[in-house]
């Protein structure tokens, strides 16, 4: 194949699509419930012989797809188990797709393997089959600490489930766990989340994820409500709940490292860098998406499609990520984080039309240009904490606008 590169950021996309991924994502569909605000793929299980069933089944297509899958002689950093509710496995099904990733790429021996695992769903013999297994970082998706906003939004566990998977934990000593919270519910107030804050931080996890609400049209939730109008909060609270995260989890010692990611020193997400810094990454099971070869590729969403693409060879046919899509992936995602995008690493004509799209926002103050270094003049492109990041959308709009 002939490419022909006519700027510097033809030469980034084409760089990219060389580098070897050393991190993999893998999706578990099954779920107890579907909570009224998911729109991922997954599927609602029971306690019966049929659910074993389908269970085995999609693990046997799951280790199918890893073993179809050209190793690329580099050992994995990262692994993540996402879901749906991984914990709804038990250990030695767990056990047995680690396993074959193994086999099949290799992990490195400092590697990290993340696991989210749900209330509810796991004693202390579980945990401790998932450690031996492997796991040596745990995201507990908790969401509220408030009983009423848990049934509102169709969570399957209560706080005294949250209660005792946190005492597990502590218990066994895990050193690496995240919480996830969620804002802007229906019915949330300020000192809904503040409670919810103050709880968290008195748990002491080592990372927690801070998501708002976003309204998904097939969402039971995106079927209800209108964003904005009751029972949501407005945007003026949704946004006063995104200052008092950012206030509350920073005086509390933890690093606001991305737009809704917090964590305390050394314990930043490996994997979801690889997202946010635009790099490859390989993708398994119904739904999962992957950036391989400069190739960005979704599997089927339903599991009789995703038997079906199997089947049929598990080929992914799709065109390179062409540069101008490469340069606005790499500032959407790279802008995520509070250390930026570096401007050095575009073309100078790229560079200043960054800098005249963003004029308007860095005498607003949401824009930041940080120099790295005062003799080569190197300069990082980062949105402010908290208020640009609160306004990111505009910001990105603008950027791209200007490239499209």
């Known amino acids: 194949m002939t490419h022909t590169r006519s700027s510097k950021n033809d030469d980034l996309a084409y760089t990219c699509s060389k580098i070897i991924p050393t991190a ?5 569909p099954f779920c107890r419930r579907r909570c009224y605000y ?53 250990p030695k099904q767990l056990a047995r797709i680690i396993q074959a990733i193994a086999l099949q790429f290799g992990i490195a021996s400092n590697a990290e393997i993340s696991m989210e695992i749900d209330p509810g769903t796991f004693d202390r013999d579980r945990l401790l089959g998932y450690l031996a297994a492997g796991v040596n970082r745990f995201s507990l998706g908790v969401q509220t600490f408030d009983e009423e906003l848990l049934k509102i939004c169709g969570r399957s566990h209560t706080r005294s489930d949250v209660m005792q998977a946190v005492e597990i934990i502590q218990q066994l000593g895990i050193k690496n766990f995240s919480l996830d919270l969620i ?18 931080i008195a748990i002491a996890p080592q990372h927690l994820s801070c998501y708002d609400l976003v309204l998904e049209p097939v969402t039971a939730f995106g079927k209800q409500y209108q964003p904005g109008e009751t029972p949501l909060p407005n945007d003026d609270d949704t946004a006063m709940m995104y200052r008092l995260t950012q206030q509350t989890l920073t005086a509390a010692g933890y690093e606001h490292y991305e737009i809704s ?33 400069g190739q960005r590729f979704s599997r089927p969403r339903t599991r009789k499609e995703y038997y079906a693409w199997l089947e049929a060879g ?19 995602l790279g802008l995520r984080l509070a250390s930026g995008v570096h401007l050095e690493q575009f073309s100078p004509q790229v560079q200043q039309a ?7 926002y860095l005498q607003q103050g949401w824009v930041k240009i940080i120099v790295k270094d005062n003799q080569s003049g190197k300069r990082k492109l980062r949105l402010s904490d ?3 990041f609160l306004f990111s959308n505009p910001i990105l709009a603008t950027l791209f606008e200007k490239f499209a």
């Open 38 to 90: 998911c729109d991922f793929p997954i599927s609602v299980v029971g306690k019966g012989k049929s659910t074993l069933t389908m269970v085995e089944d999609y693990l046997a297509a799951l280790i199918k797809e890893i073993q179809l899958t050209h190793p690329l002689q580099q050992p994995l950093t990262t692994v993540f188990f996402g879901g749906g509710t991984p914990s709804l496995l038990d």
């Open 183 to 200: 804002s802007g519910l229906p019915q949330q107030t300020l000192q809904h989340c503040q409670t919810s804050l103050q709880k968290a």
């Open 24 to 28: 993999a994502y893998i999706h578990i």
């Open 386 to 388: 908290p208020e640009g």
């Open 261 to 293: 990611n917090y964590a305390q020193s050394s314990y930043q997400c490996r994997h979801n860098r690889v997202y946010w810094e635009n790099k490859p990454y390989y993708g398994f099971g119904m739904g999962a998406a992957s950036y391989v070869a």
């Open 354 to 360: 960054i800098l005249s799209a963003i004029k308007p």
């Open 314 to 332: 598990a080929v992914i046919d799709v065109p390179e990520t062409s540069p101008t899509d490469y340069l606005l992936e790499t500032l959407m």
